[in-house]
């Protein structure tokens, strides 16, 4: 996973902010259209707190909750401009990328996006 890069980082780092916003974005946009709903501010700031936990991690709530809200604003602008299959595609490309040993150009576009709506 993305966030295995930044395993030595703490949490606070921008590079482990970037990386769970774009590993949120992939989970939101899953969700969406495998179940046509969007996670909740506070689920996704619960699965934040879950993948930090794997790393002995933590942030504090109200972080957690704008890194999800950032992701929340760019998973449903990315929905906007996607038809079903187009974002079904997407999706999936986000969640393998979210392998070490997978690189993707879809990825990568959407990681600068979630440095640039993070530093926003």
Same mark, same amino acid.
């Given at each position: 996973?993305?966030?295995?890069?930044?395993?030595?980082?703490?949490?606070?780092?921008?590079?482990?902010? @970037? !990386?769970?916003?774009? /590993? #949120?974005? %992939? +989970?939101? =946009?899953?969700?969406?259209?495998?179940?046509?709903?969007? &996670?909740? @501010? !506070?689920?996704?700031? /619960? #699965?934040? %707190? +879950?993948? =930090?936990?794997?790393?002995?991690?933590?942030?504090?709530? &109200?972080?957690?909750?704008?890194?999800?809200?950032?992701?929340?604003?760019?998973?449903?602008?990315?929905?906007?401009?996607?038809?079903?299959?187009?974002?079904?595609?997407?999706?999936?490309?986000?969640?393998?990328?979210?392998?070490?040993?997978?690189?993707?150009?879809?990825?990568?576009?959407?990681?600068?996006?979630?440095?640039?709506?993070?530093?926003?």
């Amino acid at each position: 996973m993305i966030l295995k890069k930044t395993e030595h980082l703490p949490a606070g780092d921008k590079g482990t902010r @970037v !990386a769970l916003v774009y /590993a #949120l974005v %992939a +989970e939101r =946009l899953g969700v969406y259209y495998e179940h046509g709903q969007w &996670p909740t @501010v !506070a689920q996704g700031a /619960a #699965l934040c %707190a +879950e993948w =930090l936990a794997r790393s002995r991690r933590s942030l504090a709530l &109200p972080e957690r909750q704008h890194l999800s809200e950032v992701s929340d604003g760019l998973a449903r602008g990315i929905a906007v401009g996607l038809s079903r299959e187009a974002g079904l595609y997407t999706a999936h490309e986000l969640s393998e990328s979210l392998s070490v040993n997978y690189h993707s150009e879809v990825g990568a576009a959407i990681m600068v996006e979630c440095e640039r709506a993070l530093d926003s």
